[in-house]
Nanobody, 127 residues
Framework: VQLQASGGGLVQAGGSLRLSCAASGQTQYTMGWFRQAPGKEREFVAVISVGGGSLYYANAVKGRFTISRDNAKNSVYLQMNSLKPEDTAVYYC???????????????????????WGQGTQVTVSS
């Protein structure tokens, strides 16, 4: 599986961006987003099940970000609203061949438990 993320950019605080991730090959994967700010570890943002019925978010983005997917287009999205300067990071799309990230918080938060990664897209929020 190859993942291609896009949609990043520069936005003012309070603004919105929509990230997209196109997946090649089969789409029967749990999909998610992580982010990594300079000097910090990669951190979990959101995850969604194959059918889209199970969604989980990091507390820092809950209520502002929405993850969704369109399996017909082999794509997953991250709608980011009310952006804050602390949301500035490279955002990575990821995929897992299991449901473990949906049933285990520890696995959900651990980057090494995901199988595939995109190249990342930069999001910069100015104050």
């Amino acid at each position: 599986v190859q993942l291609q993320a896009s949609g990043g950019g520069l936005v003012q605080a309070g603004g919105s961006l929509r990230l997209s991730c196109a997946a090649s090959g089969q789409t029967q994967y749990t999909m998610g987003w992580f982010r990594q700010a300079p000097g910090k570890e990669r951190e979990f943002v959101a995850v969604i099940s194959v059918g889209g019925g199970s969604l989980y978010y990091a507390n820092a983005v809950k209520g502002r970000f929405t993850i969704s997917r369109d399996n017909a287009k082999n794509s997953v999205y991250l709608q980011m609203n009310s952006l804050k300067p602390e949301d500035t990071a490279v955002y990575y799309c990821t995929a897992s061949s299991t449901r473990d990230a949906l049933t285990s918080l520890r696995i959900r938060l651990t980057p090494s438990r995901y199988d595939y990664w995109g190249q990342g897209t930069q999001v910069t929020v100015s104050s």
